[in-house]
């Protein structure tokens, strides 16, 4: 039987833990090849190829920092050269970091934008061409609820965001016509483990309730990518698809 993506090839930043693992992972099991990305954690890249190997799947390794277009160049190579080119891009690659605006120095914030939005912007540049020669593709990138709702020190991180969203409305209408959808996915509060650096966990924040009381998984914000890029998605496109168990309403 014929998996829904078989024969699509699927680039994954920031895949090796949490999120954009539960991403790879997702769209392996649905026959996808996947190139996984991360900045620096080989070990945890690693892992994830061994893991969709392990189930059958294909994977290769790709590490580099995103933010570096000499990089972005490289992975869009090395994905054509294993697999034949890219079909799907999810933009998933992000710093989080707690510093207030008053502390916060211009180098920390062109960091976080240049690994979220540049980073975004860079990648497309590079695989989107072998969308339109391979006949069409899905462009998916990561925003969050930080951007809509307002969450103190972290108005660098809220900025990429908002930079991400606008980013994929745009490219949605100009690519259009070689039917490359383009969309965002902003998650709430969702069960994750963070770093020493990121912000706090979600039950120490001070916003409104979720209304489901509950804290969303990596599987959930996972399955609304897998429907964006696979055959149930191709009419949806310049959106921002919220998954936050009701903490912000459109």
């Keep these: 039987m014929s998996l829904p993506l078989q024969g699509k ?14 991403i790879a992972l997702t769209l392996a099991r649905d026959g996808a090849a996947i190139v996984v990305n991360g900045r620096s954690d080989s ?22 920092d995103v933010s570096d277009p000499a990089v972005a160049t490289r992975l869009a190579a090395d994905a054509a050269r294993t697999f034949g080119g890219v079909d799907i891009l999810v933009s998933n690659a992000g710093l989080r970091r707690q510093t207030s605006f008053l502390d916060m ?28 020669a391979r006949g069409g593709g899905a462009f998916v990138a990561l925003s969050g609820i930080s951007t809509h709702i307002g969450t103190p020190n972290r108005c660098h991180v809220s900025a990429s965001k908002s930079g991400l969203e606008g980013l994929v409305r745009a490219l949605a209408i100009e690519l259009a016509p070689h039917k490359i959808t383009c969309n965002a996915v902003s998650p709430g509060a969702i069960d994750t483990t963070r ?56």
């Design 43 to 64: 070990a945890a890249v690693e892992a994830v190829v061994r893991e969709i190997e392990g189930a059958g799947g294909k994977a290769m390794a790709a590490m580099g």
């Design 9 to 22: 090839v699927a680039l994954v930043t920031g895949a090796g833990k949490n999120i954009g693992r539960c």
């Design 105 to 132: 120095s211009f180098e920390e914030w062109r960091e976080i934008l240049s690994v979220a939005l540049d980073g975004a912007f860079l990648l497309a540049k590079a695989v989107v061409p072998q969308m339109v």
């Design 195 to 250: 770093g020493a650096a990121a912000d706090p966990a979600p039950a120490n924040r001070v916003n409104r309730p979720i209304p489901l009381k509950r804290f969303g998984t990596v599987e959930e914000i996972a399955a609304m990518v897998r429907l964006l890029v696979g055959p149930e998605g191709t009419f949806i496109t310049g959106q921002t698809l919220h998954v936050n168990g009701g903490e912000f309403l459109t």
